[in-house]
């Protein structure tokens, strides 16, 4: 899944393409490197920003109106172009999701895990989209003062994660349509993201796909850096090579990446590592 970022603010790539022809010319790159999905968000959830509430924004936040200005050129140009190409939509947003699933996105990623707006779950049911369900800590503006889960984190997150599956298969999205994601850094903090990634197996256990998102993330950052400041996104390139290797040898069905055609090489080499397996 290549990470296709229509917004003038978020962590990594802010700006980068922000235009649609630009957003368009960098999809086909990443369609062309490898990518099987383009994932196009038009808010940035970096950490510090605070999310826009349902029915209008927050000071910070990005209202609908605005994400379906930025989004909705983009996946029109994508279709004209690519037609073959599947399209996910990252956006906690009911009205955007349902607008771009119109328009031929065919996947809802929610940060939010679905709780950031109660008209998304019958909103992603009525469309008969695929759902991403990531599990989130609070809101983006919380994140920094948030205490670490320490020794629990991976249960705290395998058991909010299996009731937000629960919550969406109540509104009437078919099972077979949900993958679950641990959202590495959402509300994580440094020490919790490395027991998500080191236990990554133990959420085969909710019975969905898995995906991956570490790419790129601060956690990241922070290891790889020779300072005492964490490494600029720009330069977490092998660390996130790393991570994204580690999730898919622990079961990872789908990550989430930046740049696609070292990931997909990445994960070329662990699939035969896989496969290699005794059973």
Known sequence: MG??????????????YFTA???????????????????IG??????????AAPGGPRPEGVAAAEELRRVMPVIASIRQAAPEAVISVDTYKSEVAREAAAAGAEIVNDVSGMLWDGEMPATAAAAGCGVVLMHTRGKPGEWRTLPPLGESVVEVVSRELGARAAQAKRAGVHADHIVL?????????????????????????????LLAGPSRKSFI???????????????????????VA?????????????DVAPAREVAAVCDEIVRHEPA
């Open 21 to 39: 022809e630009a957003a368009l010319q960098h999809a086909l790159q990443m369609l062309a490197e490898g990518a099987d999905i383009l994932d």
């Open 221 to 243: 950052g922070r290891t790889v850096s020779r300072t005492p400041e964490p490494a600029p996104p720009e330069l977490r390139l092998h660390g996130t090579l790393a991570a």
């Open 3 to 16: 990470i296709l970022n229509v917004t003038p603010d978020s962590f990594s790539d802010g700006g980068r």
């Open 42 to 51: 038009g808010e940035s959830t970096r950490p510090g920003v605070r999310a």
């Open 181 to 209: 994601d641990p959202g590495f850094g959402f509300g994580k903090n440094f020490e919790d993201n490395y027991p998500l990634l080191a236990r990554f197996d133990e959420f085969h256990d909710l019975g969905y796909p």
């Open 246 to 258: 580690a999730a898919i040898l622990k079961g990872a069905h789908i990550v989430r990446v930046h």
